[in-house]
């Protein structure tokens, strides 16, 4: 085994555990690379330990003067996905940074599990990039005798590397994230992928076609807002998704201000962009058989003599007006026009948005959870079995109709921002207003919740976790099937 930076390796192995007939039983999972003293060790490490093998689960052998110098053993519970994943993640985290980590991958191992394993240690292991020449994640070596892996490793590396991009451009302070410079890193990193497309209005074009919300949001800031279009469209493809996804670079809450703890985090308000952009590119990576058009609307919602005022009325896309009387709530409006525009100049099959929307979608679903709207119970299963399976959880809620007085206006077709209760549901009725013929193939995942960790835990890192990424992946490769 070699060593990275002088400093002797730290090897890692895996440990299932199963019940039968109420005996635990421990099986030490690699073979061939370790000796059978390591192995002994390995298992008399575990026999004393609490539940060795529940997935994520770390136990560490320190072996000073020999090689490797540590192992640590990492549970992967019932060796599904999920255990994989977490038992990646783990590995990872249980290494110092000088150390070079060794996972062995044993025989047998599924192509699934190891690409679950891969994707959890470098999801784990991402390091925000705040210089262009630092790590990207930690090293990580996994160790295995069977090529056929290779595919599996390809596809976790492809949706680690978008998750990443998304964490990335989330992370980035808002001195720096404003709508021209984030539409001008969606044009670079299209330019990298054959296939892709990429058109971005800006102010003058959007003034000129009527996305009438997405210029009122921008109105107020020095940097003016865009529109970025990303397309791909694979050869064969039979089904036209549309994705769509709230990019509020900062919001201040506008002439509405926040609260100052409530703007501290708020660079991370374009969190829905950032993850139907980098699924986009994961799709293109990947060669999903899906056509799939992506609208970010970008805007950064500022305080100025020009900013737009509550009680405003703005004209969207669709010809429809909105009153505004909370300039706080101006994420349903930028998105309103991107839907609007979907609907009339697109013609999709699915429309699916993604936004950091309201923060009563925490109050109700806690840090963990996105909500998941939808009249389409297929459309609603199928998102939610593919969070499932990536480990970005979601929660069926209801769009009652009843509701929709909430919504009334005496000065225009709508209103934005009721002042009474049920926010993130009156949200979702403000939003599916605008999907006209569409209305029942449409999904609204608010996720301003589960956007960001507080620490860093399982394959999340501190700060912008990238959600909706793997969950739109997933469910777009099963579509594309």
């Given at each position: 085994m070699s060593e990275a930076k002088g400093h002797p390796p730290v090897f890692a192995i895996h440990l299932t555990s199963s019940a039968t007939d109420g005996t635990r039983v421990l099986a030490v999972g690699a073979e061939g690379p370790l000796s059978a003293d390591l192995t002994d060790e390995v298992a008399e490490l575990c026999r004393t330990a609490d539940d060795p093998g529940r997935a994520g689960a770390v136990q560490?052998?320190?072996?000073?003067?020999?090689?490797?110098?540590?192992?640590?053993?990492?549970?992967?519970?019932?060796?599904?996905?999920?255990?994989?994943?977490?038992?990646?993640?783990?590995?990872?985290?249980?290494?110092?940074?000088?150390?070079?980590?060794?996972?062995?991958?044993?025989?047998?191992?599924?192509?699934?599990?190891?690409?679950?394993?891969?994707?959890?240690?470098?999801?784990?292991?991402?390091?925000?990039?705040?210089?262009?020449?630092?790590?990207?994640?930690?090293?990580?070596?996994?160790?295995?005798?069977?090529?056929?892996?290779?595919?599996?490793?390809?596809?976790?590396?492809?949706?680690?590397?978008?998750?990443?991009?998304?964490?990335?451009?989330?992370?980035?302070?808002?001195?720096?994230?404003?709508?021209?410079?984030?539409?001008?890193?969606?044009?670079?990193?299209?330019?990298?992928?054959?296939?892709?497309?990429?058109?971005?209005?800006?102010?003058?074009?959007?003034?000129?076609?009527?996305?009438?919300?997405?210029?009122?949001?921008?109105?107020?800031?020095a940097t003016p807002p865009r529109l970025v279009e990303l397309s791909w469209r694979p050869d064969g493809a039979t089904r036209h998704v549309v994705l769509v996804g709230k990019g509020v670079t900062f919001d201040t809450g506008g002439i509405s201000i926040k609260p100052r703890e409530s703007m501290k985090l708020m660079r991370k308000d374009m969190g829905g962009a950032a993850a139907v952009l980098g699924a986009t590119f994961a799709a293109a990576d990947l060669g999903l058989p899906v056509r799939i058009t992506t609208l970010a609307p970008l805007a950064e919602n500022a305080v100025s003599g020009s900013a737009f005022r509550p009680g405003d009325v703005i004209t969207h896309y669709d010809g429809t007006t909105s009153e505004s009387t909370n300039s706080d709530a101006e994420g349903r409006l930028v998105l309103a026009d991107a839907l609007g525009y979907a609907v009339a100049r697109l013609d999709?099959?699915?429309?699916?948005?993604?936004?950091?929307?309201?923060?009563?979608?925490?109050?109700?679903?806690?840090?963990?959870?996105?909500?998941?709207?939808?009249?389409?119970?297929?459309?609603?299963?199928?998102?939610?079995?593919?969070?499932?399976?990536?480990?970005?959880?979601?929660?069926?809620?209801?769009?009652?109709?009843?509701?929709?007085?909430?919504?009334?206006?005496?000065?225009?077709?709508?209103?934005?921002?009721?002042?009474?209760?049920?926010?993130?549901?009156?949200?979702?009725?403000?939003?599916?207003?605008?999907?006209?013929?569409?209305?029942?193939?449409?999904?609204?995942?608010d996720m301003s919740a589960p956007s960001w960790a507080d620490a860093s835990d399982g394959d999340l890192t501190k700060g912008a976790t990238g959600w909706g990424v793997r969950t739109l992946v997933a469910w777009l490769g099963a579509l594309g099937r």
């Open positions: 560490v052998l320190p072996r000073p003067l020999r090689t490797p110098a540590r192992v640590v053993v990492v549970g992967v519970g019932a060796a599904d996905p999920a255990g994989w994943r977490a038992a990646g993640a783990a590995a990872v985290r249980a290494a110092r940074s000088d150390e070079k980590l060794q996972v062995v991958v044993p025989p047998q191992t599924s192509p699934e599990a190891v690409r679950a394993l891969a994707e959890g240690a470098w999801l784990a292991g991402y390091r925000y990039r705040d210089a262009p020449d630092g790590p990207r994640s930690a090293e990580v070596d996994l160790i295995t005798d069977d090529a056929g892996h290779a595919p599996a490793l390809d596809r976790a590396r492809a949706l680690a590397q978008a998750v990443w991009w998304a964490r990335d451009l989330t992370n980035a302070p808002a001195s720096i994230k404003n709508p021209p410079w984030f539409a001008d890193q969606v044009v670079a990193e299209a330019a990298t992928r054959p296939g892709l497309t990429v058109t971005v209005r800006g102010p003058d074009e959007l003034a000129a076609e009527g996305f009438g919300g997405i210029l009122a949001v921008g109105g107020g800031s999709p099959d699915v429309v699916v948005d993604v936004a950091t929307l309201t923060g009563a979608n925490a109050v109700a679903l806690g840090k963990g959870m996105a909500a998941l709207y939808s009249h389409d119970d297929d459309l609603a299963a199928a998102l939610t079995a593919a969070g499932d399976a990536a480990g970005e959880r979601m929660w069926r809620l209801p769009l009652p109709e009843d509701y929709l007085e909430y919504l009334h206006s005496d000065i225009a077709d709508r209103h934005s921002s009721p002042a009474r209760g049920a926010a993130s549901v009156v949200a979702a009725l403000y939003l599916r207003e605008f999907l006209g013929d569409r209305v029942d193939r449409w999904a609204h995942l």
